[in-house]
């Protein structure tokens, strides 16, 4: 198993103070990893990260960041450095959706805060933890969690589907460029996984029910069966890995 020991290295994750994002960090933890984790407000990645420290004991760092802001995501990258010296692995995992609804509905506000956090945020810690990993040169994994609407449209879920459609264009884009850097990009897209952020369609019963009868596994995914792809697309098993798009949706987008 030493293919996928994190021991040694450095990981931030974005939007980790629950769902996804706190499933994957814990994993990275387990594996022997330091983390970074981050989210909008401190009062919630801060006890996730009490948490982590005290089953391991200095293994986290939380901090304050807002995920779409240019300057906090710099600013992550510099407390990472800080205070655990490097950066190895990025995962741009905090995501917003304000708009459910026909996409001709949609404002320009709406186009805006789901590209603000959404494509722009996730380009922002690429690129800083990009330039990070070639100042160490040591490689990097950038890992971007996309979603499987970002394949195929998501009902009422417009602005964005085509915001998780430009994730993965992206890290094809930088996976292409970052390879002679010994930098591997993927990106993760979910099916409907349970958490606050999916809440308005498993609060739903009929589209619930709807979208369980769509889906071969028969069930809702929850947030820890996503750590397993993040921990192997973090890990040296991936060092040939790139560009990659790994759905993980019980089978959602076969039906
Ligand atoms: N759940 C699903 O079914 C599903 C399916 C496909 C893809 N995804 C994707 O998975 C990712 C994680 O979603 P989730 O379901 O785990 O959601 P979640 O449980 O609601 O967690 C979202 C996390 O992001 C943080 N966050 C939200 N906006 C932020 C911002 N602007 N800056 C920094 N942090 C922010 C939240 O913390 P604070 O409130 O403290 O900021 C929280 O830690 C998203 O990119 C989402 O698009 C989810």
Redesign the pocket.
């Known amino acids: 198993m030493t293919k996928f020991d994190l021991s040694e290295k450095v990981a931030i994750v974005?939007?980790?103070?629950?769902?996804?994002?706190?499933a994957i960090a814990r994993a990275y933890v387990q594996a022997g990893a330091s983390v970074v984790i981050?989210?909008?407000?401190m009062e919630?990645?801060g006890p996730v990260a009490e948490a982590i420290n005290a089953e391991h004991p200095g293994q986290a760092l939380a901090v304050a960041?807002?995920?779409?802001q240019r300057a906090d995501t710099q600013a992550l990258i510099e407390q990472a450095v800080a205070h655990f010296g490097r950066v190895d692995i990025a995962v741009?995992?905090?995501?917003?959706?304000p708009h459910f609804g026909p996409l001709l509905t949609a404002e320009e506000s709406h186009w805006d805060k789901i590209f603000e956090?959404?494509v722009k945020?996730y380009f922002w810690l690429c690129q800083a933890a990009a330039r990070q990993m070639q100042a160490q040169g040591t490689g990097g994994k950038l890992i971007n969690?996309?979603?499987?609407?970002g394949l195929s449209p998501g009902p009422m879920m417009g602005v964005?589907s085509v915001s998780?459609a430009a994730v993965i264009m992206m890290t094809k884009a930088l996976a292409v460029e970052l390879g002679p850097n010994n930098i591997q990009v993927n990106a993760i897209?979910?099916?409907?996984?349970?958490?606050?952020?999916?809440r308005a369609?498993w609060d739903n019963p009929v589209l619930y029910a709807s979208l369980v009868e769509r889906t071969p596994a028969g069930r809702?995914?929850e947030?820890e069966e996503?750590a397993g792809i993040a921990l192997y697309l973090a890990s040296p098993a991936a060092d040939f890995t790139t560009g990659g798009v790994f759905t993980v949706d019980g089978g959602y987008i076969l039906s």
């Not at 974005?14 to 706190?22: F, H, K, N, P, Q």
């Not at 960041?65 to 779409?68: I, L, P, R, S, T």
Request: net charge positive; aromatic share 6%; charged share 15%.
């Open positions: 974005t939007g980790a103070s629950r769902g996804i994002g706190e981050s989210s909008r407000k919630n990645v960041a807002h995920a779409g741009n995992n905090a995501g917003t959706n956090v959404n945020g969690v996309a979603s499987i609407a964005y998780k897209a979910p099916g409907f996984v349970k958490t606050k952020f999916s369609l809702m995914a947030p996503v």
